[in-house]
């Protein structure tokens, strides 16, 4: 398939696409009444140690000639003889030999998560709003925290993170929207084009093309699918939150028959799946709530694969609080205004919010009437007159919370503060906590920090603790487990 004689070059046609789709064409694969039925891996290169920097790259367009040779030679490459005016990238390699990179497919690799994100970049200039309502980057820890905005999808996380730490990133991603509106300003075909989204080294793997510059064989590769870029993501960890879709699209949809004066009480049901879906060139409609189309691949980051990225999903009022293996345990501390560039930790004396609750309070998480069952059954407490109050800490606003990120000296997040969801393909959330006095006919007093299981098959632990101090209760944790 690569000999420039194994296809028709008259059968050639354009078709026009929706660009939220571009992840699924990837140049050089085999379609057929409308379905891929083959992605060919053609000729596999691994570039080691590649480096891209304003030296090491270029823009040029794909049908133009570099110091009289075309770089893509028609009679060796003639499949781009209808797109000669598209932009690719070039990337000089060692020993008079390159690499040429379509910008679209650096585009569908770098930026191609979802298709929402792709509809953000090509449908105006970009603002962080369009990625995220909030967003929190611990420089120390290398930790980001990101709000999504509605309607992204968390496999756009990792990208929205490095857009949004990195300025290299950031002018990448913007280029997309203002080249393709600076060629409509002309009334010139569109044909957007942008670069790598970071400047640095990376170990680049592709699949494309080896072909001839001039009188020098193999000596430019054409990438049609980039398949891995090791260069490392601007961050160590990464917690997003995103809505739910569906849920939005049917909170939207109760809000809007509302307003059309509508009384049907008819109760909302699932929608049974289509058995086939066809792709329109029509925009969807508002009424019906988005549904994701998941993709099969192979990690196009190993950076990734090595650091934990995972969806928050508090079930608690509070965000989780981050603890530094490096915070002294012994500090000085004073009350009053800060003033000077001194050490010493001003000190907010706040008074303790208590919740009386019962164990049986059915308001109450299972997990703490279970252990407050277990901590009274373990302390052989028969009396009747047994008070059980949970304790909201200084800085919370509930007494059930989610467990501090534990953060060591080298950034590294301690797992223990995460709930594994077994039944549900490792689904990953943060554990939650909570601190119960028990007190027995006003008299004995005990101090409990309860902790949800770890995974579907764990235990409840519960930790007895001399004072409610969430470091202390972290630290029986972890001496607790094994």
């Not at 970071?198 to 494309?208: N, Q, W």
């Not at 989780?320 to 004396?349: C, M, Q, W, Y």
Request: net charge neutral; glycine share 6%.
């Amino acid at each position: 398939m690569l000999s420039a004689a194994a296809t028709c070059l008259n059968n050639q046609r354009q078709v026009w696409l929706p660009i939220g789709i571009l992840n699924l064409v990837r140049i050089g694969d085999i379609w057929k009444d409308g379905q891929c039925v083959i992605t060919p891996d053609y000729q596999i290169e691994k570039f080691k140690k590649l480096e891209i920097n304003k030296g090491t790259r270029d823009f040029i367009k794909a049908g133009l000639p570099l110091n009289g040779e075309y770089l893509l030679p028609l009679h060796e490459h003639p499949w781009h003889s209808l797109q000669t005016q598209s932009y690719c990238l070039t990337v000089t390699l060692p020993h008079d030999k390159r690499i040429i990179i379509p910008c679209i497919e650096l585009i569908r690799f770098y930026f191609g998560s979802s298709s929402k994100m792709l509809h953000i970049l090509f449908t105006g200039q970009i603002s962080p709003q369009n990625f995220y309502r909030d967003i929190q980057f611990d420089v120390l820890s290398g930790r980001l925290h990101l709000k999504l905005a509605a309607g992204i999808s968390g496999m756009s996380a990792a990208d929205i993170g490095r857009i949004s730490l990195s300025h290299d990133a950031w002018h990448t991603a913007r280029l997309i929207f203002d080249t393709c509106m600076a060629a409509s300003v002309r009334r010139e075909p569109i044909y957007p084009y942008t670069g790598f989204p970071f400047i640095g080294e990376s170990d680049l793997v592709a699949t494309g093309k080896w072909i001839s510059y001039g009188t020098t064989p193999a000596s430019t590769y054409v990438v049609y699918s980039l398949r891995s870029c090791s260069h490392p993501f601007p961050f160590k960890s990464l917690s997003y939150e995103s809505t739910d879709n569906k849920k939005e699209g049917v909170k939207k949809n109760n809000q809007e028959s509302h307003d059309q004066g509508s009384h049907d009480n008819t109760p909302l049901k699932n929608g049974t799946p289509a058995k086939s879906q066809t792709l329109t060139d029509t925009d969807p409609g508002k009424s019906r709530s988005s549904k994701g189309y998941w993709t099969k691949g192979n990690p196009r980051f190993p950076d990734l694969t090595n650091k934990p990225v995972w969806r928050e999903r508090y079930d608690t009022v509070d965000a989780p609080a981050i603890l530094f293996k490096t915070t002294p345990l012994d500090e000085e501390v004073s009350v009053g205004e800060r003033v000077g560039n001194g050490k010493i930790r001003a000190l907010d004396v706040v008074s303790e919010v208590s919740t009386e609750i019962s164990a049986n309070d059915a308001s109450v998480p299972k997990f703490v009437r279970k252990g407050i069952k277990t901590a009274i059954d373990r302390s052989i407490l028969l009396a009747t007159d047994i008070k059980t109050t949970l304790i909201t800490l200084p800085g919370y606003s509930h007494p059930v919370i989610s467990l501090p990120h534990l953060v060591d000296e080298d950034g590294e997040i301690n797992p223990i503060s995460f709930y594994s969801d077994l039944n549900f393909s490792g689904d990953q959330r943060l554990r939650r906590g909570c601190f119960v006095e028990i007190m027995v006919e006003q008299m004995l007093r005990y101090r409990v920090f309860i902790v949800e299981a770890e995974n579907t098959i764990g235990k409840i632990k519960v930790i007895d603790v001399q004072e409610f101090d969430l470091k202390q209760g972290m630290n029986e944790l972890i001496e607790s487990s094994p």
